[in-house]
């Protein structure tokens, strides 16, 4: 996808549609893949023409990249994602384990955030089609890499490994967790899904963590 295809809608779509339009979408494309989501049924859904649709939007390319910003942009206000620097200290572990809960608590309170995480792992689509997709990631990516400069820093990560080797490894731990509990969170309750969070957050902890960090040992 290009970049001119995210230029942003004409503020003339009244808020409430716009919402509606984009939540469609994204539910469309999370349970249909790109190539198989129907443009007819996000229009037909939303009360919409085709030529209403299209003076908004030049392509479901553009219709999709719009749906990965929004979202991603609504799920970042939600998170308030701290510096990275405000981690520094004897309860590293402690504060990223408190993130990643607030992450799992605000992903829960809109449907549309579990379509988004979707969105990054459709069979039919690589994040190199897309430049919303592309420029998310890459977000993330730096985030996590200052995150995980800050544990080396306080002594709170290992740093036996090169650190961008290091952020590589974790970032793709992070996404193999996070596909796998977008594919099975429907067969666990609320109480089952943070249990698992816990521990598959334990599970990094034991990887990353020096043995000083690690809880029952001594500083």
């Known amino acids: 996808m290009s970049e001119r295809t995210t230029e942003r809608v004409p503020g003339v779509m009244a808020p409430q549609r716009y919402r509606r339009l984009l939540a469609t979408a994204a539910g469309e494309f999370a349970s249909h893949g790109f190539e198989q989501a129907s443009l007819n049924a996000i229009i037909r859904a939303c009360g919409m023409s085709k030529s209403s649709f299209y003076h908004y939007f030049g392509s479901k390319e553009a219709l999709f990249d719009r749906v990965v910003e929004e979202a991603s942009a609504a799920l970042a206000r939600d998170l308030d994602a701290p ?8 309860d590293f572990w402690d504060r990223v384990e408190a ?14 955030y579990a379509d988004l995480g979707r969105l990054f792992y459709l069979p039919d689509l ?20 200052r995150v995980l400069a800050v544990g080396r820093a306080c002594g709170a990560v290992r740093d036996d490994l090169p650190a961008s080797l290091q952020a590589e490894l974790v ?3 992070l996404q193999a967790m996070d596909r796998w509990s977008l594919r099975h969170m429907n067969e666990f309750d609320e109480a089952a ?4 969070a816990h521990r598959q957050f334990e599970a990094m902890r034991r990887l990353l963590a020096t043995d000083a960090a690690m809880p029952g040992t001594d500083a």
């Open 171 to 173: 970032f793709a731990l």
């Open 83 to 90: 510096d990275p620097e405000t981690l520094a200290g004897a």
């Open 126 to 145: 690589s994040a190199e089609r897309s430049a919303a997709l592309q420029r998310v990631l890459a977000g993330v990516a730096d985030w996590l890499g």
């Open 99 to 112: 993130f990643l809960a607030q992450a799992l608590a605000a992903s829960a309170r809109q449907d549309w």
């Open 193 to 196: 899904i943070a249990g698992l």
